[in-house]
């Protein structure tokens, strides 16, 4: 069990999360305030996000003939559609989502997106692509890819691939029921200071099966392809690049990407020798202004079905430094995947910023709020 301090609260549904903190103020918009970060869940009626979702589901506020609306990108079985509306619970579901130009090959999910100051939507999506590699397997190698939006989600712009796993490092034996190794289920935020985004996305193959962290300068958003690095532990690990022939008599360039290593890392695998599982995947994360800290929540796969043990949070000052995250604390035991917080102010409130009370998702439905303070 992760270490920290939990205790029940009356009322609540759920685990009061009392993290050991002790972290540095420096990126935080404010000093930090006395008191250990706390989260509860509580009852409450449901909110359903237009249409099911099997993934983090990304919000953004934009103006809609004038009006600030929030808009919503759900995906299922690969295909994301958007909703708007003026608040979560009173969202319009629209088309599934169109694409300019060929779509990525295999399913897309898309897991984040960022708008700039110029109304440009950068969205960060989930790939699943089959036969790739281990042919006949029934199993995928997923990565990470970028598209851009000029019409708010509407239509999207394929800007390729930009974070996949190592070659070679897939592993057509395993036990996991779904993928063959690769890298995605993550979040993409931005930093305060707009100057880069990170992505903290699931590793599944061995060694270093768990959370990682890449990032990639912000000004890069519309050329994406081998601008991410990776934490390697130490230091940012840039990307390899290489020609390769096209199959048209030219070349073309790419890239080879090295592992990262994990921040949590796997406790039991699914590539090891035995059929136990213990790993942290899916982080998703926002920023708190009621803490000001960044709160994580993240899936516990306990099978190679990956059944849901829990629900984890853990919070940290800054994102530059995936040393400063406190150990995962269990919020909810049992649950469904893809846990995410839904701010609730109004033109502000999304999966990327929430306040003191916020409500609680899990796989694109709520039935709690959640509430954060700190502890003296």
Same mark, same amino acid.
């Given at each position: ?224 392809? +081998?601008? %991410? $690095? *990776? ?5 940012? !690990? /840039?990307?390899?690049?290489? #020609?390769? @022939?096209?199959?048209?008599? +030219?070349? %073309? $360039? *790419? ?5 990262? !290593? /994990?921040?949590?890392?796997? #406790?039991? @695998? ?107």
């Amino acid at each position: 069990m992760p270490t920290g301090r939990i205790a029940l609260v009356a009322g609540a549904i759920g685990l009061v999360l009392v993290a050991d903190v002790g972290l540095e103020p420096a990126g935080a918009q404010q000093p930090e305030p006395a008191g250990e970060p706390v989260a509860v869940l509580a009852e409450a009626p449901p909110i359903q996000l237009p249409g099911p979702a099997d993934s983090n589901s990304p919000a953004v506020w934009g103006l809609v003939s004038g009006r600030d609306q929030l808009h919503i990108l759900t995906s299922v079985a690969g295909r994301p559609s958007l909703g708007r509306g003026l608040s979560f619970d009173r969202l319009a579901p629209l088309a599934p989502v169109r694409w300019t130009g060929a779509p990525p090959s295999g399913g897309v999910w898309m897991e984040s997106v960022i708008p700039d100051a110029a109304g440009v939507w950068f969205g960060y999506y989930h790939n699943e692509r089959e036969n790739v590699v281990c042919p006949g397997s029934g199993r995928v190698l997923p990565r990470i890819g970028a598209a851009r939006s000029g019409d708010r989600g509407r239509t999207w712009r394929d800007l390729g691939p930009i974070l996949e796993a190592p070659a070679g490092t897939e592993q057509c034996e395993t036990l996991n029921r779904y993928f063959v190794g690769g890298v995605g289920d993550f979040t993409a935020i931005l930093d305060h200071a707009e100057q880069y985004v990170y992505f903290f996305y699931s590793q599944y193959f061995e060694p270093g099966t768990g959370v990682s962290l890449a990032r990639m300068v912000w000004a890069n958003r519309t050329a994406p392809a +081998g601008r %991410v $690095t *990776v934490w390697n532990g130490s230091a940012w !690990a /840039p990307a390899r690049s290489s #020609r390769v @022939p096209n199959g048209t008599g +030219g070349t %073309v $360039t *790419v890239y080879s990407f090295p592992p990262a !290593a /994990p921040f949590l890392r796997a #406790r039991d @695998p699914w590539d090891d020798a035995d059929a136990e599982v213990d790993v942290h995947w899916g982080p998703s994360i926002h920023w708190n202004t009621h803490l000001n800290l960044y709160v994580m929540l993240l899936n516990h796969a306990g099978s190679p079905e990956w059944d849901q043990k829990g629900v984890y949070v853990s919070f940290a000052p800054r994102l530059d430094d995936p040393r400063l995250w406190t150990p995962p604390v269990p919020l909810l035991t049992g649950g469904r995947w893809y846990p995410q917080v839904m701010g609730l102010d109004p033109g502000r409130g999304t999966d990327k910023e929430a306040g003191e009370l916020a409500r609680f998702f899990m796989s694109g439905r709520s039935d709690f709020t959640i509430h954060f303070y700190r502890q003296p």
